[in-house]
């Protein structure tokens, strides 16, 4: 480092310092007398928003499931009126196809045969033949009076309508589908559908001496996500920039000391490195120790 860029440093290195200081200080009451009390008030009014918008997706949610277990109801009424010819299974896709909160539905009998369908023709017409990778294989080694067929479909059925079965080829390509995706009950209704993972929902209950299985198309009103809104979002920001802010200033406040120290112990002709160290170490400390210690007068000029 050549002598003329010495001088300069040591001269402004002082005033760096000070600036620093005041930086740090400044970005702190900023943060502190500022952002900090309107963060809080931004929070408080964005989760009051989201409990608002909670509670106007619970009403809608609920009247949503009024609708289904209707629409589940009549087409339960339906089917105990069908005696399984052809006529009837085009009544019961009509009706269906008139239900604008049901998808897909299949009727099995205690077996796994599906005797109707609501809406599309399945690729096969027993449950047990659908290829459902690890949750079959699962099945087929729990003994069969362990598990009767009834249960046996109930665990499949919710899997396969849920959204796997459309992609099932006729050359039963495997599904990957695993110990994750096996309905929590068996042989119950349940009052509100439940989700299968990666597919639709699906509503199940027991009709006659088989299972009624149909999925439920997805409410149009989403759960609210926790939004943020303008006002937090730039108190985030300015929090963040004066965070920054006073970290780094205290970082340059802790390097500029030091480093005058040792530029001014080499212009006295003092152990520069150790000063150095030293301030490095003990900052304010070590500078106070230092200028009680070194030698008195002005530093040499030509030094």
């Known amino acids: 480092m050549n002598e003329r860029l010495k001088d300069i440093l040591y001269r402004w290195l002082p005033k760096l310092a000070i600036l620093s200081v005041l930086v740090l200080l400044t970005s702190s009451l900023i943060n502190e007398y500022y952002v900090a009390p309107r963060s809080d008030a931004a929070a408080k009014e964005d989760r009051d928003k989201r409990d608002q918008h909670l509670q106007e997706y619970k009403q809608k949610k609920e009247a949503k499931a009024v609708e289904v277990k209707a ?115 068996l042989i119950i209704s349940t009052e509100e559908p439940f989700t299968i993972y990666g597919g639709e929902l699906v509503e199940m209950n027991r009709v006659k001496d088989g299972l009624i299985a149909a999925t439920v198309s997805r409410s149009q009103y989403n759960p609210p996500l926790q939004e943020r809104s303008e006002e937090s979002e730039r108190l985030s920001l300015l929090r963040n920039t004066t965070g920054i802010a006073a970290l780094a200033s205290f970082f340059l406040f802790w390097l500029f000391i030091p480093a005058w120290m040792a530029l001014d112990a080499q212009k006295r002709r003092e152990k520069a490195a150790v000063w150095g160290i030293f301030g490095l170490l003990g900052n304010m400390i070590a500078l106070v120790v230092y200028l009680l210690v070194r030698e008195n007068g002005q530093p040499s000029e030509n030094s």
């Open 71 to 185: 629409a589940l109801e009549r087409i339960v009424g339906l089917i105990d009126t069908l005696d399984g010819n052809k006529q009837t299974q085009e009544t019961l896709s009509k009706a269906v196809a008139q239900e604008e909160v049901i998808g897909e539905v299949w009727v099995t009998n205690a077996q796994g045969l599906i005797v109707y369908y609501g809406r599309h023709i399945p690729p096969v017409r027993n449950v047990a033949d659908f290829p459902l990778g690890s949750l079959t294989k699962i099945l087929n080694m729990v003994p069969e009076d362990v598990i009767s067929p009834i249960q046996r479909t109930a665990i499949l059925l919710p899997t396969i309508i849920g959204g796997h079965w459309y992609s099932v080829s006729r050359s039963f390509s495997s599904l990957s589908v695993g110990i994750d995706k096996i309905p929590k009950h």
